[in-house]
């Protein structure tokens, strides 16, 4: 009796377990499913290669481009902000900062990537856009530059923690080494720790980028909704998730071609996603292996 | 200058720059938070808690939205907890080093990684269509779930690893069965972790937005959900919608709300940050 | 005769726990200084104080008085990387960098802002061949120093301890990761490196004592129990305890 309710116990977790894989497999059938049906309208080619998204409009076109710049655009002004921020306080933190003061930074910095993204939107039209306005007058109300460097802002955490556990991973005795010869604390970081530490950083930099692509609302609210395949930081453009928004909070008719294109897009964002997650994933294992 | 003096020069510039680094995402935050709170404090009073929205900026209130996110969090709670610990129990406990778990473990650290939008388009498809729930509180909560459960499960698993062995050892050496030593040993000690983790999951359902944008979750609702199947919206899509229209006093009414979503989120994170420091003292025996 | 470093009246806390107590000790120039006593006896300690390696632990506190070249290392005019210039340091583990067999030498040079790539190329040929190990390597120096055996990997790390041209070695057990082939060698290097550096030495293993130092000091638990000529420590030991552990009967 007790043996058959053990098993049926360890039945039920693995079912929970396994929901998991469904939802993966979920996210992959709906995905394909809809653009499916979509790629039968539409030729790939031209979503691949037409410069122009006009999908609501009366004079259709079907280029992912310019959403694929747009979100580019945006990412790339994210990662130059959270880079530099993001390594100089794991640096900060794995070799200049006493323990205790690290253990109260730690957790703090966590709070940026705790504030919903609707906030940071929020912050970014209201309140980056006006200041950047003043000094570059040229630049439009929605714009990259300001959702950009405010998702900088919200994804130094993901730089900075991932990257100082892995400068924290370097076994000590190189830094001894460094300390040794004479290098300063700047010298051993940039010279020895930062290469012996690179894979790790450079997972940290594919994560942070992989959030960035696939963050919504601070571009949905302050980059704009126009598609446009550019890379002025001062105009507005469109992300791939900017415009699965605007066309949800449409009146767009189920099973139409409109309806489907979100999913084209939003194939579109998974498979960059996925391969983002993908490399860092084979990286960390490799660089796991190293050090074993 | 020598080159020693130069080396030593840098150093300790580097110190400030580090320094500054910490802080500058911090001040930039406090900055916001403070002007939100200047523009949208003396916004909150009674009414504005319990008034339905409206095309006045100054009549609307956020009643519906925070309800509505009352709803679609204790429903996501009632679908991803027991999954979610469950599932983490599967993976730490009854884990046998086979391919499943290898590619659950692979699969789980990949859905933490897709992002939040594409969970939307999967609840669209699954929960609003083909399950016919509409755009309810349950196809939200459905899809909320799944996009937590990862962060749920991996929670559980650090909890349970940090279990010292000796208590299940223990409880094995006086005839315990598998599930009897997980559910009166090894859980209530990863309690504390466990707990931790789900708050941390609840509270970013609760700032959650672009997901249920896309299942269909209204700008503008001008009732209040009584039950699972009605339609709803959340506190940050009411947010986005005010944020999204040119007149200042909705911006002012954002503001407000932002200082409500804010404080829950906080309040939420502190408890968390709380009851994980208490259970670390507590499992270093 | 005046010491190259001494150590006077040192007393090692790590919190409250007292780790050395009451040292002090004078250490020969051109000559190879062993630290023995059984582990945590507090000679690693020691040997860190004379490139103020420990000053990195939190909780370290160190009274007393440490002089090199008549130089009080812990006085606050002193300069750390300038003192680690002239105090080079070998450690247990062969610890290269995961860069060039070159650019690990080279690493010292570059630090103090050294640009001259001809003067640096001399000096890294320099050190390798100080080290031993130019024969061996001399036609691949731009291979990963990861990729050398373990014992070319810690005669690497000798090199680069050796380019920027020390006066003094300290050498932390610097063959116990070793086989006893590439240990021979590491110990045949040290004998002919005496002439030029003044060496101290922390092992484990008895017998290196006895083969390269020319004093020893016998460390147990943070006392100084004996020190003297290697001859004398090993043949008539004036204390017992130093006897016990030296023939082995415990340790």
């Given at each position: 009796?007790?043996?058959?309710?053990?098993?049926?116990?360890?039945?039920?977790?693995?079912?929970?377990?396994?929901?998991?894989?469904?939802?993966?497999?979920?996210?992959?059938?709906?995905?394909?499913?809809?653009?499916?049906?979509?790629f039968?309208?539409?030729?790939?080619?031209?979503f691949?290669?037409?410069?122009?998204?006009t999908?609501?409009?009366a004079?259709?076109?079907?280029g992912?481009?310019?959403?694929?710049?747009?979100?580019?655009?945006?990412?790339?002004?994210?990662?130059?902000?959270s880079?530099?921020?993001?390594?100089?306080?794991?640096?900060?933190?794995?070799?200049?900062?006493?323990k205790k003061?690290?253990?109260?930074?730690?957790?703090?910095?966590?709070?940026?990537?705790?504030?919903?993204?609707?906030?940071?939107?929020?912050f970014?039209?209201?309140?980056?856009?006006?200041?950047?306005?003043k000094?570059?007058?040229?630049?439009?109300?929605?714009?990259?530059?300001?959702?950009?460097?405010?998702?900088?802002?919200?994804?130094?955490?993901?730089?900075?923690s991932?990257?100082?556990?892995?400068?924290?991973a370097?076994?000590?005795?190189l830094r001894?080494?460094?300390?040794?010869?004479?290098?300063?604390?700047?010298?051993?970081?940039?010279?020895?720790?930062?290469?012996?530490?690179?894979?790790?950083?450079?997972?940290?930099?594919i994560?942070?980028?992989?959030?960035?692509?696939?963050?919504?609302?601070?571009?949905?609210?302050?980059?704009?909704?126009?598609p446009?395949?550019?890379?002025?930081?001062?105009?507005?453009?469109?992300?791939?998730?900017?415009?699965?928004?605007?066309?949800?909070?449409?009146?767009?008719?189920?099973?139409?071609?409109?309806?489907?294109?979100?999913?084209?897009?939003?194939?579109?964002?998974?498979?960059f996603?996925?391969?983002?997650n993908?490399?860092?994933?084979?990286?960390?294992?490799?660089?796991?292996?190293?050090?074993? | 200058?020598?080159n020693?003096?130069k080396?030593?020069?840098?150093?300790?510039?580097?110190?400030?720059?580090?320094?500054?680094?910490?802080?500058?995402?911090?001040?930039?935050?406090?900055?916001f938070?403070?002007?939100?709170?200047?523009?949208?404090?003396?916004?909150?009073?009674?009414?504005?808690?319990?008034?339905?929205?409206?095309?006045?900026?100054?009549?609307?209130?956020?009643?519906?939205?925070?309800?509505?996110?009352?709803?679609?969090?204790?429903?996501?709670?009632?679908?991803?907890?027991?999954?979610?610990?469950?599932?983490?129990?599967?993976?730490?406990?009854?884990?046998?080093?086979?391919?499943?778990?290898?590619?659950?473990?692979?699969?789980?650290?990949?859905?933490?990684?897709v992002p939040?939008?594409?969970?939307?388009?999967?609840?669209?498809?699954?929960?609003?269509?083909?399950?016919?729930?509409?755009?309810?509180?349950?196809?939200?909560?459905?899809?909320?779930?799944?996009?937590?459960?990862?962060?749920?499960?991996?929670a559980?698993?650090?909890?349970?690893?940090?279990?010292?062995?000796?208590?299940?050892?223990?409880?094995?050496g006086?005839?315990?069965?598998?599930?009897?030593?997980?559910?009166?040993?090894?859980?209530?000690?990863?309690?504390?972790?466990?707990?931790t983790?789900?708050?941390?999951?609840?509270?970013?359902?609760?700032?959650?937005?672009?997901?249920?944008?896309?299942?269909?979750?209204?700008?503008?609702?001008?009732?209040?959900?009584?039950?699972?199947?009605?339609?709803?919206?959340?506190?940050?899509?009411q947010?986005?919608?005010?944020v999204?229209?040119?007149?200042?006093?909705?911006?002012?009414?954002?503001?407000?709300?932002?200082?409500?979503?804010?404080?829950?989120?906080?309040?939420?994170?502190?408890?968390?940050?709380?009851?994980?420091?208490?259970?670390?003292?507590?499992?270093?025996? | 005769?005046?010491?190259k470093?001494?150590?006077?009246?040192?007393?090692?806390?790590?919190?409250k726990?007292?780790?050395?107590?009451?040292?002090?000790?004078?250490?020969?120039?051109?000559?190879?200084?062993?630290?023995?006593?059984?582990?945590?006896c507090?000679?690693?300690?020691?040997?860190?104080?004379?490139?103020?390696?420990?000053?990195?632990?939190?909780?370290?506190?160190?009274?007393?008085?440490?002089?090199?070249?008549?130089?009080?290392?812990?006085?606050k005019?002193v300069?750390v990387?300038?003192?680690?210039?002239n105090?080079?340091?070998?450690?247990?583990?062969?610890?290269?960098?995961?860069?060039?067999?070159?650019?690990?030498?080279?690493?010292?040079?570059?630090?103090?802002?050294?640009?001259?790539?001809?003067?640096?190329k001399?000096?890294?040929?320099d050190?390798?061949?100080?080290?031993?190990?130019?024969?061996e390597?001399?036609?691949?120096?731009?291979?990963?120093?990861?990729?050398?055996?373990?014992?070319?990997?810690q005669?690497?790390?000798?090199?680069?301890?050796?380019a920027?041209?020390?006066?003094?070695i300290?050498?932390?057990?610097?063959?116990?990761?070793?086989?006893?082939?590439?240990?021979?060698?590491?110990?045949?290097?040290?004998l002919?490196?005496?002439?030029?550096?003044t060496?101290?030495?922390?092992?484990?293993?008895?017998?290196?004592?006895?083969?390269?130092?020319d004093?020893?000091?016998?460390?147990?638990?943070g006392?100084?129990?004996?020190?003297?000529?290697?001859?004398?420590?090993?043949?008539?030991?004036?204390?017992?305890?130093?006897?016990?552990?030296?023939?082995?009967?415990?340790?």
């Open positions: 009796m007790q043996k058959i309710k053990e098993k049926i116990i360890e039945f039920i977790l693995r079912a929970t377990a396994l929901i998991t894989i469904l939802t993966t497999i979920g996210i992959i059938w709906v995905l394909l499913s809809e653009s499916l049906v979509f039968k309208e539409v030729s790939i080619i031209d691949l290669t037409d410069t122009q998204w999908p609501l409009f004079n259709k076109h079907f992912i481009l310019p959403l694929i710049s747009g979100t580019i655009l945006t990412t790339i002004i994210a990662i130059s902000v880079l530099p921020i993001g390594l100089t306080i794991a640096i900060y933190l794995s070799e200049y900062a006493p003061l690290k253990k109260f930074i730690k957790p703090l910095l966590e709070i940026l990537a705790a504030v919903p993204t609707v906030v940071y939107g929020f970014a039209l209201m309140v980056v856009t006006p200041f950047l306005q000094l570059i007058p040229e630049m439009a109300g929605f714009n990259s530059l300001s959702a950009g460097i405010v998702m900088g802002i919200m994804i130094i955490p993901f730089i900075s991932l990257s100082e556990d892995a400068l924290s370097v076994p000590k005795s001894e080494a460094s300390y040794g010869m004479g290098a300063t604390k700047l010298q051993t970081s940039f010279k020895v720790m930062i290469p012996a530490a690179s894979s790790g950083i450079i997972v940290s930099v994560l942070a980028f992989s959030r960035a692509i696939g963050e919504t609302m601070i571009v949905a609210i302050a980059a704009g909704q126009q446009r395949l550019t890379l002025n930081p001062l105009v507005p453009v469109e992300t791939i998730t900017a415009y699965i928004v605007q066309v949800s909070l449409g009146d767009v008719q189920h099973d139409s071609l409109e309806y489907r294109t979100i999913f084209a897009a939003g194939i579109t964002l998974f498979v996603t996925f391969i983002l993908n490399i860092s994933f084979w990286i960390r294992k490799k660089f796991r292996e190293e050090y074993d | 200058m020598t020693g003096e080396n030593r020069l840098k150093d300790s510039i580097f110190k400030y720059i580090g320094v500054f680094a910490c802080s500058i995402g911090l001040i930039l935050l406090a900055i938070i403070g002007n939100i709170i200047y523009d949208g404090f003396n916004r909150i009073d009674w009414s504005f808690l319990t008034s339905l929205p409206s095309r006045k900026a100054e009549k609307a209130g956020i009643l519906t939205a925070w309800s509505g996110s009352l709803w679609i969090v204790i429903f996501t709670f009632i679908i991803a907890v027991p999954i979610g610990i469950s599932a983490g129990v599967y993976l730490e406990e009854y884990n046998r080093k086979n391919k499943l778990t290898r590619l659950l473990e692979i699969n789980i650290s990949n859905l933490a990684g939040s939008i594409i969970y939307g388009l999967l609840g669209l498809e699954i929960f609003v269509r083909l399950s016919n729930l509409g755009s309810s509180v349950l196809a939200g909560s459905f899809t909320l779930a799944l996009l937590i459960l990862p962060i749920i499960i991996v559980t698993r650090e909890a349970l690893k940090a279990v010292p062995s000796s208590i299940r050892a223990a409880s094995f006086l005839g315990a069965t598998k599930w009897q030593t997980t559910w009166y040993q090894v859980l209530p000690a990863a309690s504390g972790g466990i707990l983790g789900v708050i941390l999951a609840i509270s970013r359902a609760v700032g959650e937005t672009a997901p249920l944008i896309v299942v269909g979750a209204l700008a503008y609702v001008p009732f209040t959900p009584k039950g699972p199947m009605d339609e709803f919206t959340v506190l940050p899509i947010i986005f919608n005010w999204s229209r040119p007149q200042h006093e909705f911006a002012i009414n954002a503001a407000a709300a932002i200082i409500i979503l804010l404080a829950i989120t906080f309040t939420m994170n502190g408890i968390a940050v709380y009851f994980r420091n208490k259970w670390q003292k507590k499992i270093n025996w | 005769m005046k010491y470093l001494e150590a006077k009246n040192i007393d090692v806390f790590y919190g726990l007292k780790a050395l107590n009451n040292i002090n000790i004078g250490i020969t120039e051109n000559a190879v200084t062993g630290l023995i006593g059984p582990s945590g507090g000679k690693s300690t020691f040997l860190r104080l004379f490139n103020r390696m420990n000053d990195y632990i939190d909780s370290f506190k160190l009274n007393g008085d440490i002089y090199i070249d008549n130089t009080n290392i812990y006085d005019s300069l990387d300038e003192l680690r210039k105090v080079g340091m070998v450690f247990q583990k062969p610890n290269p960098f995961p860069k060039s067999i070159f650019d690990n030498v080279a690493y010292g040079l570059k630090i103090q802002g050294i640009n001259d790539k001809a003067f640096i001399t000096r890294v040929k050190a390798l061949k100080q080290a031993a190990l130019w024969e390597v001399k036609d691949d120096l731009g291979k990963s120093a990861l990729a050398l055996s373990g014992g070319q990997q005669r690497v790390c000798i090199a680069r301890a050796l920027v041209e020390p006066s003094i300290l050498m932390d057990e610097p063959t116990s990761a070793l086989d006893p082939i590439a240990t021979a060698k590491v110990e045949k290097l040290i002919t490196l005496k002439e030029k550096y060496i101290i030495i922390v092992t484990h293993n008895m017998q290196q004592a006895g083969r390269i130092s004093y020893t000091a016998f460390f147990y638990m006392d100084l129990i004996e020190f003297d000529k290697t001859d004398t420590i090993f043949t008539n030991p004036k204390m017992e305890r130093t006897e016990n552990y030296i023939t082995g009967r415990f340790g």
